[in-house]
T-cell receptor, first 113, second 110 residues
Framework: DAEITQSPRHKITETGRQVTLACHQT?????MFWYRQDLGHGLRLIHY???????NKGEVSDGYSVSRSNTEDLPLTLESAASSQTSVYFC????????????FGEGSRLTVL | EDKVVQSPLSLVVHEGDTVTLNCSYE??????LLWYKQEKKAPTFLFML????IEKKSGRLSSILDKKELFSILNITATQTGDSAIYLC??????????FGKGTKLSVIP
């Protein structure tokens, strides 16, 4: 069955360290997204991609970067982790022909100390 | 800027009750409105609505959209403890990304 997987599922890091969260989907979807979820804010869009070599900033992109070198993967990098980036991160994907439904990964819980 | 507002933010009901969750929105180029259920992990898709007045139904859950008044409701009848979750409303406008509301946390007590 097609799926979308995130790793690591849990990570604790220190302020200032670089962190990369992996996202891999086997749906062959063109569209991929990274959201963060925080209490009181809901899901907020960080970055998104509509295909290989395409990346775009979302609502809360400061301090984050992504790259899309193939269809299956969209890693999210925190260049210098900050305590404000402690959150649960969700990767999602959708087909280019879809009318909106996103398929979500299980989430990655990141704690920055 | 597209905006999604959900109400109430939290709700506690007893098993067997009927609940109505609200989602209002502001958008410049409406494509669709989606409802998701989130238990402990990833949000799971419930409904997608594109046309006014057409009810979508799945078991005890149903949803409808009013594009004139810019809102949608999600109804759950005969609630069960398994319905306890965060219900998310999301808006698709113009492109593929979704704008989410803050969610309604529903707690169903026996």
């Amino acid at each position: 069955d097609a799926e979308i997987t995130q790793s690591p599922r849990h990570k604790i890091t220190e302020t200032g360290r670089q962190v990369t969260l992996a996202c891999h989907q086997t749906w062959n979807h063109n569209n991929m997204f990274w959201y963060r979820q925080d209490l009181g804010h809901g899901l907020r869009l960080i970055h998104y991609s509509y295909g290989v070599q395409d990346t775009n900033k979302g609502e809360v992109s400061d301090g984050y970067s992504v790259s899309r070198s193939n269809t299956e993967d969209l890693p999210l990098t925190l260049e210098s982790a900050a305590s404000s980036q402690t959150s649960v991160y969700f990767c999602a994907s959708s087909a280019a022909t879809s009318t909106g439904e996103l398929f979500f990964g299980e989430g990655s819980r990141l704690t920055v100390l | 800027e597209d905006k999604v507002v959900q109400s109430p933010l939290s709700l506690v009901v007893h098993e067997g009750d009927t609940v109505t969750l609200n989602c209002s929105y502001e958008v410049t180029n409406f494509r669709s409105l989606l409802w998701y259920k989130q238990e402990k992990k990833a949000p799971t898709f419930l409904f997608m609505l594109t046309s006014s007045g057409i009810e979508k139904k799945s078991g005890r859950l149903s949803s409808i959209l009013d594009k004139k008044e810019l809102f949608s409701i999600l109804n759950i009848t005969a609630t069960q403890t398994g319905d306890s979750a965060i219900y998310l409303c999301a808006l698709r406008a113009g492109s593929y990304q979704l704008t989410f509301g803050k969610g309604t946390k529903l707690s169903v007590i026996p």
